[in-house]
């Protein structure tokens, strides 16, 4: 799972992010570039461009709908099956597939953010004691990021 958190663990606001952090976009593309991305048909709607290149797209959706350039599943676990045992897969949100998502993942990337936002509607789900952190990277505010922010690594065994 991969996503940027306020320090309430606020992730959005009326479907859209909360932050706009240049490192942060950056580390995203680095890791999901050339592997699969999971998210929520709200999650795909809120994306400028539609489908991210150079990745497999999958939305979920019970409803269904239009989705050019990524394929729908129904289900988290239906979407997971359809995917290579050594396949790495990234959930990229929103709020209830993080939630439901929180206990079949293993790692997770959060971008945390040295803030707490005046507004926000959807909130990443609070860590149980099952998760540690294996890593660390801490950057100051600087010209091109308006608040301080970690990158951080949490793993859990399965």
Request: aromatic share 10%.
């Amino acid at each position: 799972m991969i996503a940027a958190v306020a320090r309430n663990m606020a992730i959005g606001n009326k479907n859209r992010l909360i932050y706009w952090l240049p490192n942060d976009l950056k580390r995203f593309k680095e890791l999901t570039t050339g592997n699969t991305i999971i998210m929520g048909s709200n999650t795909f709607r809120s994306l400028p461009k539609g489908a991210l290149p150079n990745r497999r797209n999958i939305v979920l959706t019970r409803k269904g709908g239009t989705f050019p350039g990524a394929e729908q599943f129904a289900s988290l676990d239906e979407a997971l099956r359809s995917c290579p045992t050594d396949a790495t897969v990234y959930i990229i949100g929103g709020e209830q597939l993080y939630r439901h998502a929180l206990a079949v993942a293993d790692t997770l990337h959060l971008t945390e953010v040295d803030d707490i936002p005046k507004e926000a509607d959807a909130f990443f789900p609070v860590l149980g004691d099952e998760w540690k952190l294996t890593a660390q990277e801490k950057h100051d505010k600087d010209e091109k990021h308006e608040y301080s922010y970690s990158f951080a690594t949490y793993t859990k065994e399965l």
